[in-house]
């Protein structure tokens, strides 16, 4: 009977602790909230507006509380994505997400349209539309489909061991040569469209070199594209004969000068004597001449300014003179007389005639 009892004890023992393992999975999914979550699944957002108490925050086990918490608001947002409908992509299952409903601020503004380019504007101007290619194209010589661009392209002539002449160019000209270099060219000019429209979209201007292709060349641009095409030779224009009356180009600075590196070394010795004396000099060195001259411009700026201050205030006065004793009026001042020589001078009023020129 012991025996039988003691098994019977082992098998309860062992019912309850199923029962508990059960409650206790069945706890790890299931969340009771007084109030329910709002819950933003588009942006993976659960807002909790239960209210918290602060003797939670503010005893010793405040980290298990938060850490409580925010794993039961997980488990709930995470039981909402499991609502919605799933799929299988290979091995795994994905859950598509609905359209956010919280507004996000942003860290940057948004981007700005990027402008159109002057082809752009020019064909919405005149209405063309862009047509779509396709990739590969018929080569009548390989007769076979090629690619339109690129390696192996459609009708490459640049793999002919034999090219005919023209008429009008010159026998001796290499026509390989020529036909390298009009490509070189064509590269250089699509380059240049693309800075130059990188340039208008940021509102800069195009560093020119030389003469950029623009609709009407200045003055200016004439003469540094002048100055550039003779610096571009290998002695850097040293030999290069100017223009009769050419003028230097403006902005191109000056060419820094240094000592040489081997030679006479004098001059260099007596330049660093002279700066380790001005250091060890307890007083400045001052230039006498020079500084007599500064002083004597000041004060010829100084006097030249008091004069016309004062010449200012004479010609105030003799304007007012003017306004206070008009020619035909009465009182101390009257109209102004001419002497002989034509210096005016001042007369007695005389019933309105001209007062008579005095004496010299």
Not at 204 to 217: A, C, E, W
Not at 232 to 244: C, H, I, N, Y
Not at 288 to 307: F, G, H, I, L, P
Not at 319 to 342: F, L, Q, S
Request: aromatic content about 4%; some cysteine; overall charge positive.
């Amino acid at each position: 009977m012991s025996n039988m009892a003691t098994a019977s004890c082992n098998v309860d023992e062992l019912l309850a602790q199923a029962e508990r393992d059960e409650a206790e999975k069945l706890r790890s999914i299931a969340v009771d909230k007084e109030l329910e979550l709002e819950f933003d699944l588009g942006n993976l957002l659960a807002c909790d507006k239960n209210r918290l108490e602060t003797r939670d925050f503010t005893g010793e086990e405040k980290h298990d509380f938060l850490r409580s918490l925010a794993r039961d608001n997980t488990q709930l947002l995470i039981n909402e994505l499991w609502k919605l409908p799933t799929e299988r992509i290979q091995e795994a299952v994905v859950a598509k997400l609905p359209e956010p409903t919280t507004p996000l601020p942003r860290e940057k503004p948004p981007p700005r349209p990027r402008p159109p380019t002057k082809w752009e504007q020019f064909a919405k101007l005149k209405g063309i539309q862009k047509k779509k290619k396709t990739n590969l194209v018929w080569d009548e010589t390989a007769k076979e489909w090629r690619r339109r661009w690129g390696y192996k392209r459609a009708k490459d002539n640049t793999n002919e061991w034999l090219i005919e002449v023209p008429q009008t160019a010159d026998p001796n000209e290499d026509q390989f040569v020529k036909r390298i270099t009009a490509k070189k060219e064509r590269v250089a000019k699509n380059e240049l469209n693309r800075l130059r429209n990188i340039a208008r979209a940021q509102k800069l201007k195009v560093p020119g070199m030389g003469l950029t292709p623009v609709s009407r060349q200045s003055k200016d641009d004439l003469v540094r594209a002048a100055s550039v095409a003779r610096t571009s030779t290998a002695s850097v224009g040293k030999f290069q004969e100017r223009l009769p009356k050419e003028k230097p180009a403006k902005g191109t600075g000056k060419r820094r000068k240094f000592q040489p590196v081997i030679g006479d070394f004098s001059a260099e010795k007596d330049k660093q004597l002279e700066l380790l004396k001005m250091m060890e000099s307890k007083r400045p060195k001052l230039n006498v001449t020079k500084a007599v001259n500064k002083q004597m411009r000041e004060d010829d700026r100084e006097e030249a300014a008091a004069r016309n201050s004062k010449r200012g205030k004479q010609a105030g006065r003799k304007g007012r003179r003017d306004n206070a004793a008009p020619g035909k009026g009465k009182g101390k001042m009257g109209a102004r007389g001419k002497k002989a020589g034509g210096k005016p001078q001042r007369g007695k009023p005389s019933g309105g005639k001209k007062s008579k020129p005095g004496k010299r």
